[in-house]
C-alpha cells in the first residue's frame, strides 16, 4: 500500500484546518506547537501546578494532565484556578481513557479533551471471541451513542478533542478485522472521525501513538491518506509512547 508522504527526502506542511485550543490555535500556517504532559498525581494539586509552572518555562503551548476519574476533574479545575490566578493561560488537555461520563465532566473544565478510541467505548470482547458482521455494526452505533453527549458538550463549551489511536490499545474487534497494525490504528481514528463528521464536529485534532516510531510515523501517513479520500482532514498530534 502507498502511504501519503510528499516527499521522503524534504519538508513541507500539511495544509490542515484551524484548530483554536482555549487562545494556541493549531494547524493552519500555524507554527508546530510543543505539548508535553505531567506525571504528577492529579489529585495533588500543589505538585501538579509546579509541574505545568515548569512546562510552561520552557515553552510548552500545551499540557496534558491524566484524568482518570471524576475526582482528578475536580482537581484538574482547581490546578487550571490556580495556573490562571498565576497569569498563565496556558490550554489544558485531559487525558481521559475509559470513561465518557469523565470525558463529558472534564469538556466542560480544560480546554481539550483526549480520548483513545480503543478503550473509550468500544466493548470489551475475549481475544478467542469471533465477532459478526451484526455485532461489529452495532458496536459502531453503540459508539456513535455513547459520543454523542461529549460531542454536543465540547459544541457548548468549545473544547477540542483529540482523538488518539494508542497501538498498544487497540480493540478486540479493530485487531480482529486489521490486526495491531497501522491499518488498524487508522480506521479506529477514522470510525470516530465519521461518527463526529456526522454530527457536524469538525474541532478536532488526531494522533498515531506508539512506542514504536516507524509505526507512528506509518500509521499517520496512512491516516493523512484516509483523511484525505474521505474529506475528513485535521491537525495531527505527533507522539511516541
Do not use: W
Amino acid at each position: 500500500m502507498q502511504y501519503y508522504c510528499n516527499s521522503l527526502t524534504s519538508y513541507s506542511r500539511l495544509a490542515t484546518p484551524e484548530v483554536s485550543i482555549g487562545a494556541v490555535p493549531l494547524g493552519g500556517k500555524h507554527p508546530v506547537r510543543v505539548q508535553s504532559m505531567t506525571n504528577t498525581p492529579t489529585e495533588n494539586i500543589e505538585a501538579t501546578v509546579q509541574q505545568c509552572l515548569q512546562l510552561i518555562e520552557v515553552g510548552c503551548a500545551y499540557i496534558r494532565i491524566t484524568t482518570p476519574s471524576i475526582r482528578d476533574v475536580q482537581s484538574l479545575l482547581k490546578i487550571k484556578e490556580q495556573l490562571r490566578l498565576l497569569g498563565h493561560t496556558t490550554p489544558l488537555i485531559a487525558d481521559v481513557h475509559f470513561s465518557p461520563v469523565v470525558a463529558e465532566e472534564a469538556a466542560r473544565v480544560v480546554e481539550k479533551v483526549r480520548i483513545n478510541p480503543g478503550n473509550y467505548v468500544d466493548k470489551r470482547v475475549a481475544s478467542t471471541t469471533v465477532i459478526s458482521e451484526l455485532e461489529y455494526s452495532l458496536e459502531l452505533e453503540r459508539i456513535h451513542e455513547r459520543i454523542a453527549p461529549l460531542i454536543q458538550i465540547c459544541k457548548t463549551y468549545g473544547t477540542v478533542l483529540r482523538i488518539g489511536s494508542n497501538h498498544g490499545s487497540l480493540s478486540q474487534r479493530i485487531i480482529q478485522r486489521y490486526g495491531n497494525t497501522p491499518e488498524g490504528m487508522v480506521e479506529a481514528a477514522m470510525e470516530f472521525l465519521r461518527i463526529c463528521d456526522s454530527l457536524s464536529f469538525r474541532n478536532i485534532v488526531v494522533s498515531m501513538k506508539s512506542s514504536n516510531t516507524r509505526v507512528m510515523i506509518q500509521s499517520t501517513r496512512l491516516l493523512v491518506q484516509k483523511m484525505h479520500a474521505e474529506n475528513l482532514l485535521f491537525p495531527l498530534h505527533l507522539g511516541v509512547t
